[in-house]
């Protein structure tokens, strides 16, 4: 399963140790490898970390059609998630620990024994990572390292909960005291986190008796891990830890994928590409590198048609779509009012509750759309509890602005609604302006003077129209009556 993998793994006993208390594992049809160091003293470490790797082991073997299935990319019935993957993962961590734990149990003297974890299962172009206490991961792609891994310590715990900053934290002797472990209880809280892969990615498994003496500059950790010789490099690690104090058991499983096979350099811009529009948007732009790592692992890319409908109007949705490639309108009531590209994403609300979608949204051209589902969202929150925090604490400010886009249109409508009517006062003047001109018009008639049948008709009607009653300006209750046969005011009384 793990094709196009070539690896080099090592270990040794450090300068300081009497035992070897770390263990690995490689398995090259799984694609499995595995790296644990024991802890617990009279040789209850090495117990525990062999234990733990091979009940690790013997559990993932069991699943193996799972992982096929999963790299066959099937359908239907028989389609494997990612979750599905990790659920497996996590299961066969914790049948682990218990293992361990009731090991301690039967023997008083291994009483509290237990290991770190830390695996990595590559199933086609996806690295499953999971991991308990504080053996790290790390990724080298393009010259860049990442710690994929975050060490399971009283440092990180105290930063994450915000009890201490990280300077103070610092300054902590017992700082570096694990906080998790397989083994210690019968449930060891693993974490996980899937990686695309690209032709070229580098990655090293490593127990702490490797890393603390590189940590501290990763350039060169990043140019040791790459260079081409793999057995070399981890030989090179070995006796440079050796050399800088060797004060614990080395361990490293280095990793080099897709080697000899051309990179993709189109897969390398759009996994890039994915990180970089999730980390733009409102809702995850507060979450760190890791975090948005975990939001990538619950995300699908779904292609679309021109004209394709990705939303429809009036139906209940439970997705959030991001562009990714191409172009969208928003059509509502069959007319489209706005037209998104590359990096908008419509339906974020849809993660957090149901209730019809307000507008359609469909295809202009053929499209990508990152998708985010509710369920995955809600597995991830309940999962991550830092990161659920972070989350709605942006979900609540997205409601926030809507509710005070909303009170701004509503003021608005109230002002336009109780905004004085002058329609009638317009036509008012209107019919009074058409019978001045009118009437001067009359007035300006020489007496006797003869027109035509049809103008003396007009004239005839024009004389039998009803008096025009005008309210006077000053006094409301008096009117001026215009009397059209004499042409004179004559004020007077409305009765």
Request: proline share 2%; charged share 30%.
């Amino acid at each position: 399963m793990g094709t196009d993998v070539s690896f080099s793994s090592l270990t040794d006993v450090g300068r300081k140790r009497e035992e070897n208390e770390d263990n690995f594992l490689v398995d090259e049809s799984l694609g499995l490898y595995v790296v644990c160091d024991g802890m617990g003293g009279h040789a209850a470490g090495e117990v525990a970390s062999a234990l733990a790797v091979r009940t690790f082991h013997e559990e993932v073997r069991k699943e193996g059609e799972l992982l096929s299935d999963y790299i066959e990319g099937k359908t239907g019935a028989a389609r494997v998630s990612k979750r599905e993957v990790t659920n497996m993962l996590e299961y066969a961590v914790n049948r682990a620990s218990a293992r361990v734990h009731a090991e301690a149990v039967k023997d008083p003297s291994k009483r509290g024994m237990g290991t770190t974890l830390v695996a990595v299962v590559i199933c086609g172009q996806t690295a499953f990572v999971i991991y308990v206490g504080d053996s790290r991961l790390y990724l080298v792609r393009d010259g860049s390292i990442e710690q994929v891994t975050e060490d399971h310590n009283v440092l990180n715990e105290l930063v994450k909960r915000k009890k201490m900053t990280r300077e103070k934290a610092e300054k902590l002797s017992q700082k570096n005291a694990i906080t998790r472990a397989v083994g210690v209880y019968e449930h060891a809280e693993p974490d996980t986190i899937v990686l695309d892969l690209i032709a070229g990615d580098r990655i090293l498994l490593c127990s702490d008796g490797l890393y603390q003496y590189f940590e501290d500059d990763l350039t060169d950790l990043s140019e040791r891990i790459c260079e081409v010789d793999l057995q070399d490099t981890m030989r090179a690690f070995i006796d440079d830890a050796n050399e800088r104090g060797g004060s614990d058991n080395i361990t490293g499983v280095l990793l080099s994928y897709g080697e000899g096979v051309e990179r993709d350099e189109e897969r390398a811009r759009r996994l890039s590409l994915k990180r970089e529009l999730l980390a733009k948007m409102r809702l995850f732009r507060p979450l760190g590198d890791r975090e948005l790592l975990r939001v990538l692992q619950v995300t699908d890319v779904v292609s679309y048609d021109d004209g394709d409908n990705i939303m429809t109007q009036g139906e209940s949705g439970e997705e959030l779509f991001i562009v990714l490639e191409g172009t969208i309108d928003i059509v509502r009531g069959g007319a489209v009012i706005a037209t998104l590209q590359q990096g908008a994403h419509v339906g974020e609300m849809a993660l957090v509750r149901n209730q019809p979608r307000s507008a359609s949204v469909r295809s202009r051209g053929p499209s990508e759309m990152m998708v985010i589902r509710r369920a995955d969202f809600f597995e991830l929150l309940r999962n991550e509890h830092a990161l659920a925090v972070k989350l709605l604490w942006q979900f609540l400010g997205v409601v926030a602005d809507r509710l005070a886009d909303t009170s701004r249109e509503l003021g608005q409508a109230r002002e336009e609604l109780e905004a004085e009517d002058l329609t009638d006062q317009l036509f008012e003047e209107l019919d009074m302006n058409a019978f001045a001109h009118s009437r001067a018009q009359h007035l300006s008639t020489p007496p006797g003077s003869e027109g035509t049948d049809e103008e003396d008709e007009e004239d005839d009607e024009e004389m039998d129209r009803p008096t025009l009653v005008v309210p006077s300006p000053t006094h409301p209750d008096e009117v001026n009556v215009i009397d059209e046969s004499s042409g004179l005011d004559n004020p007077g009384k409305d009765n």
